[in-house]
């Protein structure tokens, strides 16, 4: 790292989470003396979750924060230089890439992987988050172990929601569909699969306005036909709730610089972690729409590292 008013790194990682903190490994052991800024939720979404119990080597379970503290030690023990704070300002037009953190900190870097990650979409009701990891999920494939013969419900009409709800089906004994509209809006083949399941019950022209309990989740108030003369409010118990209307991957950095997909997220090339410009790489949730999970997100963070390595020994 160089000590001029410019600081210069060979890679830079910005997000961190399991695919910056895993890239900052990989980088840290490939001698790339990675610099890592953790952006605005150091440790990403896990952070926000109680138990995980799907990530391989803790077989007893861990907790996100905790699972988060051990990757980021890791990279620290192998030299990552992992900085507090976000990268406010990064052009790509230049060589080397030219970046500004929000201490006014400025960076050049010859590589550059992006982790930002993606943010869940949410109703925007006060007890969501009071009952956020106590009953409030947006992951139903990373927590609905822990509803197992339980009732929840889910929120939502597309094709997120649908796949929320078949996918607890088959774990919960009730799951109720909340959808405002009077229709589903996901494809006809995700429709039928829903209706087909009969443990699935659909809610329409329903809106959800607030959830209740004690320290745990115990039900949603709803209304029927909100704002109509058919206007009815009811309440369901349910022990989980989960948001299906999707997710919004964070790229508001890029400024249009790089390629995104139709849904807003990285589109990345070859079978790769390479983005739409040389040397700039993407890594987790922010180039992956379907899987986001900590672990399929961790492997694309060891991939960009890598795919950094070997762009630097052809190209400088």
Known sequence: MDTTERQHTRTLIIGSGPAGYTAAIYASRANLSPV????LQPGGQLTTTTEVENFPGYPDGITGPQLMDDLRRQAAKFGADIRPGRIAHADFSVRPFSLKADDGTEI????VIIATGATAM??????????????????????????RG??????????????????????????????????????????????????IEIL???????????EFLEGAHLVEHLGTDDER?????????????????????????IELDD????????????????GVFAA???????????????????????????WLLENL
């Open 263 to 278: 849904h807003g997220y990285i589109r990345t090339f070859g079978g790769t972690t390479a983005t739409s410009v040389s």
């Open 204 to 214: 329409f022209n329903t809106n959800t306005v607030g959830l209740f309990g004690e």
């Open 233 to 257: 409010r009811f309440d369901i118990a349910i022990d989980g709730f989960f948001l299906g209307i999707g997710h919004k991957p964070v790229t508001e950095l890029l400024d249009g610089q």
């Open 108 to 111: 050049s870097a010859d590589t």
């Open 36 to 39: 890592l800024y953790e952006g």
């Open 284 to 310: 987790g949730d922010v180039a992956d729409p379907r899987y986001r999970q900590a672990i399929s997100a961790a492997g694309t963070g060891c991939r960009a590292a890598l795919d950094a390595e070997a």
């Open 122 to 147: 949410y109703l925007g009701l006060p007890d969501e988050q009071k009952f956020a990891g106590l009953g409030v999920s947006a992951c139903a494939t990373c927590d609905g172990f822990f509803y």
């Open 150 to 199: 339980r009732t929840v419900a889910v929120v939502g009409g597309g094709d997120t929601a649908c796949e929320e709800a078949l996918y607890l089906a088959n774990l919960a004994s009730k799951v109720y569909m909340i959808v405002r509209k009077p229709y589903l809006r996901a494809s006809k083949v995700m429709q039928q699969r829903v209706a087909e399941k009969e443990n």
